[in-house]
């Protein structure tokens, strides 16, 4: 299977900052990412697709100014949660689609984040 | 959207036991991924079956694509088989996004 990591796995921060994180692709090009959310004990929620060389689309309800996606290059995006709150606190996760004639979907270990 | 249901929500087993895990889901499906969510929170893919019947060890699935379910067999169930079960979809047309269902919780006891 794909190898995808994120970093930083875990981060706290003040109410008001931001915090970005990276999502890579070790092992194989990647033109689309995808970023999900998931709340303590509830399932995973699509936020946005991330699109190499154009802007992210974003799921209903996300708010596009406040989850910066940039795909920089074809190994790496990163989801910036600008002036974070409280309620923003959750863990995210990435993944990368297989490049090739089926369409399965590896994650990246996900990154915990804590707002004070 | 696509609606993608599990059942059980909740499983407790005594280790060595079987246990069948159902995903239901409301339209046609390209893609099927049966994933198990560690303590640590990073997903596992199990398996990728939009249909047909694998096999892997202990675990296997089956997916009936025209009746819009997909089944989970866990044999000889171990401690280390505890945790969360999601199977997730993209239908025809969405760009291979995934839909979750609301995940089966497993827990396995000596």
């Known amino acids: 299977g794909a190898v995808v990591s994120q970093h930083p796995s875990r981060v706290i921060c003040k109410s008001g900052t931001s915090v970005k994180i990276e999502c890579r692709s070790l092992?194989?090009?990647?033109?689309?990412m995808f970023w999900y959310r998931q709340f303590p004990k509830q399932s995973l929620m699509l936020m946005a697709t991330?699109?190499?060389?154009?802007?992210?689309?974003?799921e209903q309800g996300v708010e596009k100014d406040k989850f910066l996606i940039n795909h920089a290059s074809l190994t790496l995006s990163t989801l910036t949660v600008t002036s974070a709150h409280p309620e923003d606190s959750s863990f995210y996760i990435c993944?990368?689609?297989?490049?090739?004639?089926?369409?399965?979907?590896?994650f990246g270990p996900g990154t915990r984040l804590t707002v004070l | 959207g696509i609606q993608v249901e599990q059942s059980p929500p909740d499983l407790i087993l005594q280790e060595g036991a079987n246990s069948t895990l159902r995903c239901n889901f409301s339209?046609?499906?390209?893609?099927l991924q049966w994933f198990h969510q560690n303590p640590w929170g990073q997903l596992i893919n199990l398996f990728y079956?939009?249909?047909g019947t694998k096999q892997n060890g202990r675990l296997s699935a089956t997916t009936v694509a025209t009746e819009r379910y997909s089944l989970l067999y866990i044999s000889s169930s171990q401690t280390t088989d505890s945790g969360v079960y999601f199977c997730?979809?993209?239908?025809?047309?969405?760009?291979?996004?995934?839909?979750f269902g609301t995940g089966t919780r497993l827990q396995v006891t000596l």
């Open positions: 997730a979809v993209s239908s025809t047309g969405t760009a291979s996004k995934l839909t």
């Open positions: 092992d194989f090009q990647a033109t689309t």
């Open positions: 991330s699109n190499e060389g154009s802007k992210a689309t974003y």
């Open positions: 079956i939009p249909s």
């Open positions: 339209d046609s499906v390209n893609n």
């Open positions: 993944s990368v689609p297989r490049q090739s004639s089926t369409l399965e979907q590896f």
